[in-house]
């Protein structure tokens, strides 16, 4: 272990520390940096930081290979904020206030706490376990999912997208409601997310960058063909209907044209065509829950 330990440390810094935790049903070792990203954070919106500040991603991605090659989980965790010498909380306090008054007051940014990324280190952890560890998917998951309601704010979606795009809905509406129980609920919403990126492994397997309650991100160890990728992405649309529109955002952010669903006038996005090239031309795919 003091040799893995070497390894992390220059890579990660020698402000890592070990610690235990529990996943796939055993007690493990692993190693965790807390990076400071920004000074402070208001409305969501990340205030930048001093030049010298480290990006977790760029770490991350120049590094996770050759912590793969030794069976190391190398990846970015969920921020949180430092409360105190060496204490880290994911919130800073919540602010009391009664909706008879009005919104609740906005908090004075100069007052919050730094701002710091959670980098991991896990040797011989499962990548599968890695949903466990971080509860993937396990944001804002229902303990019944409530589809009727849901499906009146997919409805609400089409909508925008003209008669056509309702009228297809509505004919899928028991095909929805039929993929809504793979989705994640239930007292441990993590275990549908498990079951969806186990059968996506099976097709091409994966190395896990970024992972917390909310989301994930991943790149695949081998080349996707268009047709691995269309099963792919379909399981991640079972799982995750709220990916649809990141291969879209992504393929525009990488300046990459983005397919059009001929159908419809004007023409929107073809989502499933979006998935299936970034996968393919990318070689990753990410995940999000809101």
């Known amino acids: 272990m003091e040799k893995v330990e070497k390894f992390v440390k220059a890579a990660l810094g020698d402000e890592v520390a070990s610690f235990t935790y529990k996943a796939g049903g055993r007690s493990r070792k692993g190693w965790r940096a807390y990076i400071f990203q920004n000074p402070r ?3 969501g919106d990340f205030v930048e930081g001093p030049p010298d500040c480290v990006n977790v991603e760029e770490l991350v991605e120049s590094n996770w290979r050759a912590f793969h090659e030794r069976n190391i ?12 010498p060496n204490e880290y909380a994911d919130s800073w306090g919540a602010v009391e206030w009664y909706p008879a008054d009005g919104p609740p007051p906005e908090r004075d940014p100069s007052e919050s706490p730094p701002v710091y990324a959670q980098v991991f280190a896990l ?4 990548v599968l376990d890695l949903v466990e560890f971080c509860r993937v998917g396990s944001h804002n998951a229902d303990v019944e999912p409530d589809f009727e ?3 009146e704010l997919m409805k609400q979606f089409a909508a925008r997208s003209g008669p056509r795009a309702m009228n297809k809905m509505l ?5 929805m409601r039929r993929r809504s129980k793979l ?3 239930g007292p441990q919403p993590w275990r549908m997310v498990r079951q969806a990126l186990t059968e996506i492994m099976e097709i091409v397997p994966f190395a896990i960058q970024f992972a917390d309650e909310a989301g994930l991100r991943a790149t695949f160890l081998k080349k996707v063909s268009p047709r691995q990728a269309k099963k792919i992405g379909r399981k991640i649309l079972e799982v995750d209907p709220e990916a649809m529109e990141l291969p879209v955002e992504d393929l525009a952010s ?3 044209s983005v397919p059009k669903d001929p159908k419809y006038r004007p023409a929107i996005p073809d ?3 979006a998935m299936v090239k970034y996968i393919v031309t990318v070689g990753k795919f990410r995940m999000w829950w809101d």
């Open 123 to 126: 040797p011989r952890l499962p």
């Open 183 to 185: 989705q994640p609920h």
């Open 271 to 273: 989502y499933e065509a």
């Open 149 to 151: 309601q849901s499906f």
């Open 41 to 43: 954070r208001s409305l």
């Open 73 to 84: 989980r190398l990846f970015v965790g969920a921020g949180v904020f430092r409360v105190g």
């Open 254 to 256: 990488l300046k990459l």
């Open 171 to 175: 004919a899928r509406k028991e095909e």
